[in-house]
């Protein structure tokens, strides 16, 4: 049974998203604060996070438990659930590390579908391959059985949305990869700001430790390529 983590500071909907989510299968542990929820993840982290972002008195208490969260894990999913929904805050929360942005008002069947394609994501990295998934393009090593990659020797982490979204553009090298086969191979359904975010941040990542990096390329009004050596 998989465990999510529930970070809401509003007590009905706390109990109503309990209810719903144990009905399908999945074992719910909730919190109404930072505090509390930040003592549960130093003890264990769940296999699944969702956070509200304002938090009691704290307007932006999710933000700083998201980043605590990646701190302690690069791989864990984590998902903002806000009644928030502008460009601002979804560009921060992905720019922090969480690897999907919803607001309140989807449906239930909504949610389901995007908590169930971050779980199939971090069920394939952990399956056994029948090959060795792994490849070299340049500088650039991805080892897709245990999530990893490095540029230049150095290692990048990723989180598993922006793991697969990079996956989906170094392995057809040269290929234009448009928004569409991007969310499709990622398996997630999200809008333009939030693939280009996603983009971004890796961009950033990379040139971290590289400040001339350059090889994700935008082509405007297509999608997003690998830059051909």
């Given at each position: 049974?998989?465990?999510?983590?529930?970070?809401?500071?509003?007590?009905?909907?706390?109990?109503?998203?309990?209810?719903?989510l144990?009905q399908?299968?999945?074992?719910v542990n909730?919190?109404a604060s930072?505090?509390?929820?930040?003592?549960?993840?130093?003890m264990?982290?769940?296999?699944?996070a969702?956070?509200d972002?304002?938090?009691?008195?704290?307007?932006?208490?999710g933000?700083?438990?998201?980043?605590?969260?990646?701190?302690?894990?690069q791989?864990?999913?984590?998902i903002?659930?806000?009644?928030?929904?502008?460009d601002?805050?979804?560009?921060?929360?992905?720019?922090?590390?969480?690897?999907?942005?919803?607001?309140?008002?989807?449906?239930?069947?909504?949610?389901l579908a995007?908590i169930?394609?971050?779980?199939r994501r971090?069920?394939?990295l952990?399956?056994?391959?029948?090959?060795?998934?792994?490849m070299?393009?340049?500088?650039?090593?991805i080892?897709?059985?245990?999530?990893k990659l490095t540029?230049?020797t150095q290692?990048?982490?990723?989180?598993?949305?922006?793991f697969w979204?990079?996956?989906?553009?170094?392995?057809h090298?040269?290929?234009?990869?448009?928004?569409?086969q991007?969310?499709?191979e990622?398996?997630?359904?999200v809008?333009?700001t939030?693939i280009?975010s996603?983009?971004?941040?890796?961009?950033?990542?990379?040139?971290?430790v590289?400040?001339q990096?350059?090889y994700?390329?935008?082509?405007?009004?297509?999608?997003?390529?690998w830059?051909?050596?």
């Amino acid at each position: 049974m998989k465990h999510i983590a529930l970070v809401e500071d509003d007590q009905a909907l706390r109990e109503n998203y309990i209810a719903a989510l144990n009905q399908h299968g999945y074992h719910v542990n909730a919190y109404a604060s930072r505090a509390d929820a930040e003592r549960a993840f130093a003890m264990q982290l769940p296999d699944l996070a969702i956070i509200d972002i304002g938090l009691g008195e704290e307007m932006d208490g999710g933000f700083v438990l998201c980043q605590q969260l990646r701190n302690l894990s690069q791989t864990l999913p984590i998902i903002f659930f806000t009644a928030r929904d502008n460009d601002v805050d979804t560009i921060s929360g992905l720019r922090l590390g969480a690897d999907d942005y919803l607001t309140k008002d989807i449906s239930l069947l909504h949610l389901l579908a995007r908590i169930g394609a971050l779980f199939r994501r971090t069920e394939a990295l952990q399956a056994t391959p029948k090959t060795d998934d792994s490849m070299t393009v340049g500088d650039l090593f991805i080892d897709a059985l245990r999530m990893k990659l490095t540029w230049q020797t150095q290692p990048i982490d990723l989180t598993v949305t922006e793991f697969w979204m990079l996956h989906a553009i170094v392995k057809h090298q040269g290929h234009v990869k448009s928004r569409q086969q991007l969310m499709d191979e990622s398996q997630m359904v999200v809008d333009d700001t939030t693939i280009t975010s996603h983009i971004k941040r890796i961009r950033k990542k990379f040139m971290s430790v590289d400040a001339q990096f350059d090889y994700i390329e935008t082509v405007y009004g297509m999608g997003y390529r690998w830059k051909q050596y």
